[in-house]
């Protein structure tokens, strides 16, 4: 059974970076599309984008300026890094694994709560 | 990219039927099909429950169910239960200049 685990600091000050990782366990790295959504309190989901077990990225538009998301297969992680934070991006942030290239999420880690205030 | 749209809440009793809407554009669910189908309980992450329109994941009860007409796709939960009382988000690929996947606002389903 793959599981995904998020991991980072819960609080942001605005203007700075927030960066996350997501540990893969039961199930390698190197293979599927992983990918991050986020969920502002009280709000529906958005789609971060997502990395390819090659490597290759697809980014929100409305975020692809701040957004990096990278790959490690040695320690079967997948991170996120966004620039600049501001208040709105506060959100629950999910990893999630996509089991039709990129499209849908089929394995789902618990979510984390970033906080961007100073 | 617009988000897809759902209405904010449904409701049925149980053993009844409760049909989700989610309308998109010409561009994501009325070119694609690739609906996809959350379930997310309170304070919990999302479940899939359908993919590709009509697909359902091992584990998800067959009364869960998908169609797309148009720009619109919806789901159906038949034989309502207390445990299906959550909050339902659609989705759908939205390619076109770029990749993109665009997410419904959400629809809270009551079990009366």
């Known amino acids: 059974q793959v599981q995904l685990q998020e991991s980072g600091p819960g609080l942001v000050k605005p203007s700075e970076t927030l960066s996350l990782t997501c540990t893969v366990s039961?199930?390698?790295?190197?293979?599927?599309?992983w990918a991050w959504i986020r969920q502002p309190p009280g709000k529906g989901l958005e789609w971060i984008g997502y990395?390819?077990?090659?490597?290759?990225?697809n980014y929100n538009p409305s975020l692809r300026s701040r957004l990096t998301i990278s790959l490690d297969t040695s320690k079967n992680q997948f991170s996120l890094r966004l620039t600049s934070v501001t208040a709105a991006d506060t959100a629950v942030y999910y990893c999630?694994?996509?089991?039709?290239?990129?499209?849908?999420?089929?394995?789902w880690g618990r979510g984390t709560l970033v906080t961007v205030s100073s | 990219q617009s988000a897809l749209t759902q209405p904010p809440s449904a409701s049925g009793s149980p053993g009844q039927s409760v049909t989700i809407s989610c309308t998109g554009t010409?561009?994501?669910?009325?070119?694609?099909?690739?609906v996809t189908w959350y379930q997310q309980h309170p304070g919990k992450a999302p479940k899939l429950v359908l993919y590709e329109v009509t697909k359902r994941p091992s584990g998800v009860p067959d009364r869960f169910s998908g169609s797309k007409s148009g720009n619109t796709a919806s789901l159906t939960v038949s034989g309502l239960q207390a445990e299906d009382e959550a909050d339902y988000y659609c989705?759908?690929?939205?390619?076109?200049?770029?990749?993109?996947?665009?997410f419904g606002g959400g629809t809270k389903l009551t079990v009366l």
């Open positions: 010409s561009s994501d669910i009325g070119r694609f099909d690739y």
């Open positions: 039961g199930g390698y790295i190197n293979s599927y599309y």
């Open positions: 999630a694994r996509s089991g039709v290239g990129g499209i849908m999420f089929d394995y």
């Open positions: 989705s759908s690929y939205a390619g076109g200049n770029s990749f993109h996947v665009a």
């Open positions: 990395i390819s077990f090659s490597g290759s990225t």
